[in-house]
């Protein structure tokens, strides 16, 4: 049974899981109205995989005995002024999302609550890796800055990115964008 305490902090994950999504989803709209194919492609992967953290929450909070609460969640940033100020939101998001997730494993353990901090290590670890990726993307588009030719290579570079994350999740499909 989980605790009130825990119950209530795996909520709040829930809203912070369901408006990351919601966030990668209107940056992957912008950046497929400013014709970037690739980026948009990414960054709608982003967003599903968000939404699959919020559902193994949700899942979890109910199978231990609470109540998982979909909210009314904060209307995302709809415009950006270039993909660089779209990456550095991606990226400061994601070190937003891992304090959070530090928080709660925090709790869980002022509770004493061990299967729910165990249950918790994936998403640890999951942190490290969106934050390494966003990090390793604000790098190359900072190495770009204005730079056309550049651009156009970043942007089906980071289609194969989106390709080779999903074969890694999903190893028994074929990536469509390798087709
Ligand atoms: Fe599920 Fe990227 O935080």
């Not at 119950?7 to 400013?34: C, G, P």
């Not at 998982?68 to 550095?88: D, R």
């Amino acid at each position: 049974m989980l605790s009130k305490k825990v119950e209530h902090t795996l909520n709040e994950q829930v809203r912070i899981e369901a408006e990351s999504s919601q966030i990668y989803l209107a940056m992957a709209s912008w950046a497929e109205n400013k014709g970037l194919a690739g980026v948009s492609e990414f960054l709608y992967d982003q967003s599903d995989e968000e939404r699959t953290h919020m559902l193994k929450l949700i899942k979890f909070i109910n199978e231990r005995g609470g109540h998982a609460i979909v909210t009314e969640l904060n209307s995302p940033k709809t415009e950006y002024t270039s993909l660089k100020e779209l990456f550095e939101a991606l990226y400061n998001h994601e070190l937003f999302v891992s304090e959070r997730i530090n928080n709660l494993v925090g709790v869980t353990l002022d509770e004493k609550d061990y299967s729910t901090h165990n249950f918790l290590q994936w998403y640890v670890s999951e942190q490290l890796e969106e934050e390494n990726l966003a990090k390793t993307i604000l790098d190359k588009i900072n190495l770009i800055g204005d730079d056309k030719g550049g651009l156009y290579l970043f942007d089906n570079d980071i289609k194969q990115m989106t390709a080779v994350s999903a074969a890694a999740s999903n190893p028994g499909a074929t990536p469509t964008s390798l087709i």
